[in-house]
């Protein structure tokens, strides 16, 4: 069985940086997978920050994150990646990577919910603050 373990979150200052990433134990993260990050705010609901196509490498973003955020993922390394920057006090949430495991999807789709996620990561904590 697939799961997905989040790491490098933590504490920022407003304008700093932090990368995401998401590796895959227990199973291969496949490279069919199509792969997104997601974050819930406290007292917000879930939000897609960003999700990947596995069939063309194609990305949607959230307009919140765009320019500032980066998705990728590296098949070799069996990982997904959230590269942010420029980071902002409402980016404060907890990040949750997923995995789709459907072929050819639409991407947009995944990110706004209309797919069941098929692997959840289990959160990781970001908090932007002075």
């Known amino acids: 069985q697939l799961q997905l373990v989040e790491s490098g979150g933590g504490l920022v200052q407003p304008g700093g940086s932090l990368r995401l990433s998401c590796a895959g134990s227990?199973?291969?993260?496949?490279?069919?997978?199509?792969i997104g990050w997601f974050r819930q705010a406290p007292g917000k609901e879930r939000e897609g920050v960003s999700c990947?196509?596995?069939?063309?490498?194609?990305?949607v973003y959230a307009d919140s994150v765009k320019g500032r955020f980066t998705i990728s993922r590296d098949n070799d390394k069996n990982t997904a990646y959230l590269q942010m920057n420029s980071l902002k006090p409402e980016d404060t949430a907890v990040y949750y990577c997923?995995?789709?495991?459907?072929?050819?999807?639409?991407?947009?789709?995944?990110?706004?919910?209309?797919?069941?996620?098929?692997?959840w990561g289990q959160g990781i904590q970001v908090t932007v603050s002075s």
């Open positions: 227990g199973w291969t993260l496949e490279a069919y997978y199509n």
């Open positions: 997923a995995a789709e495991r459907e072929r050819d999807i639409n991407i947009q789709a995944m990110c706004t919910g209309k797919y069941a996620i098929d692997y």
């Open positions: 990947m196509s596995s069939s063309d490498g194609s990305t």
